[in-house]
């Protein structure tokens, strides 16, 4: 974060000064205060669970320099007083992003219905190799997440990587007016949160306003297998890069394979150039993925060889996103826990059939957020994972149910974790790959903890050893 003091803060944001205006934040905001840094600025939100106003003192405590709050309390720190935490920290990084930007910042935007983080963690590695670079934690996307991202950058970085999320139309208009971005992409139009969005075309009218916010002089990145994705061209004047199998793409990607490890094998083109390399990432989504990534990096300023080499080299970042564990009695277990829609399970499931054909077990958790669609698409699920030889489907919780139900014979329903776990060993064999997805409320990283608990500390395999076999 560039250095402000509680003056400027508040000159900033509209708000007034209750302490010392001179002192000054130096070290990134933060909303939560065990997270505060020496110097930092402590943003008091209100949430459900918890009021940041009363954990003022524990901020102070870790070293916070100033607050911004919506009501003065009790605290040595000193204190911007605004009518609007959340909107009071948008215009403060607006303002941080408009002065980095003056000087040379690169902005790189991106959104879509299933694979943003894991994209933007792959963005984020390609970019470090040409110069400072910012992104997102975990999946900061929204309108917390990106201003906090933006103020984490500093007069010395090069590249801002901000995730765009949204449910419904407006949120990323909204976050572009935060951080305006040199280069937007968009990755695809898919079923995530399609209960709020009210279907496919209102999802895309959504995300496509992301190329509506690029600056002046941007490029707009898009899928150009994606037909909705495709039809955002019409909705910039900036200069366009597609990227995807389609013969026409400028970033072409051959189909994806995988090596014997189960990691996707990726060969890209871009003009006469033409680069390949193995993603040290579980499945075969990485590679449209990866395809995103170098049209990204490439539109900010990189070389496309540069940046291609690098995805060699492009280890997990976010956790619970296929993290692969491997037990003392040789079964594998997949934690992808994190988040789930129809198209990224899908994606999963493909990839369990493609390394462990006739030895996969699959522990799904509900898909939340499908709307009216929810039963229909639950089913839908355990139909696709037992067409594809998925030996069994363990299906978690009555929203889950009816991926039990689409499984047939190989379904089985159960109420709880405990269930969950006591279910999936009673399947398990040597050498069988157990696959764990669901959205996060579910949070079935819990059957992960228990099957590793259950046979001691679990190993690795290398990246180069086989799956298969």
Partial sequence: MIALSAARIAEITGGSVHGDPDVQATAPAVIDSRRIEPGGLFVALRGE???????????ASGGAAVALVERVAPSPLTQVVVPDVTVALGRLARAV????????LRTVALTGSA???????????????AGETVGPEGSFNNEWGVPLTVLRATRETAFLVVEMGARGIGHIATLCAIAPPDVAGVLNVGSAHVGEFGGLDHTARAKGEI????????VAVLNADDARVRKMAARTKAAVLMFGEAADADVR???????PGGFPRVRLRLGGEEAEAVVPQLGLHHGPNAAAAVAMAVAAGTAFAAAAERLATAAPRSPHRMARHERADGVVVVDDAYNANPESTRAAVDWLAAVAPGRGVAVFGAMLELGGQSAALHHRLGEAAAAADVRAVVAVGEEAAEVAAGAG??????ADVAEAVAAVETLLRPGDVVLVKASRGARLE???DGLLRNLGTPGRRRADEPLRG
């Fill in 49 to 59: 669970q918890a009021d940041g106003h009363d954990f003022l003192d524990a901020a």
């Fill in 97 to 104: 992003h408009d002065e980095l930007a003056a000087g040379g």
């Fill in 115 to 129: 694979g943003k983080t894991s994209t933007k963690d792959l963005l984020v590695h390609l970019l470090e190799g």
């Fill in 211 to 218: 190329v509506e916010g690029l600056r002046s002089g941007g």
């Fill in 253 to 259: 990607l051959d189909p994806v394979t995988l090596d």
């Fill in 409 to 414: 014979e190989r379904g089985r329903a159960v």
């Fill in 446 to 448: 819990r059957v992960v």
